[in-house]
């Protein structure tokens, strides 16, 4: 990601992106890559990641490729309610953390 200046020199812009990470749960199973992306959708945003990892997806998104029961996401501190679309629009810088719940006593 860059570009020209407005002279058209070769000075290249390094822009803002958004970034996904994986919180430790999901790291016990498979591989959670940090993911810089221009997405402009969670949805898109998680896929991007898919794309480095796909077997992350089926511990992510369930059948319906919707979020798993278990899985929350915060987009810059702000807990995802739309669980089913993940329509939620991301900033350029935005900051999206995917944790898995844990469950037992």
Not at 22 to 36: A, G, K, M, Y
Not at 41 to 65: H, K, M
């Amino acid at each position: 990601m860059g570009g020209r200046s407005a002279d058209g020199a070769g000075f290249r812009h390094h822009w803002p992106v958004a970034s996904v990470t994986f919180t430790s749960q999901l790291r016990r199973f498979t591989e959670t890559p940090e993911v810089q992306t221009d997405a402009a959708t969670l949805r898109d945003a998680l896929s991007s990641a898919f794309e480095i990892n796909p077997r992350l997806r089926g511990y992510v998104l369930d059948d319906q490729l919707h979020l798993r029961a278990n899985v929350a996401v915060f987009i810059d501190g702000v807990r995802v309610r739309d669980r089913e679309s993940l329509a939620d629009a991301l900033g350029r810088d935005s900051r999206v953390h995917v944790l898995q719940a844990l469950s037992g006593g």
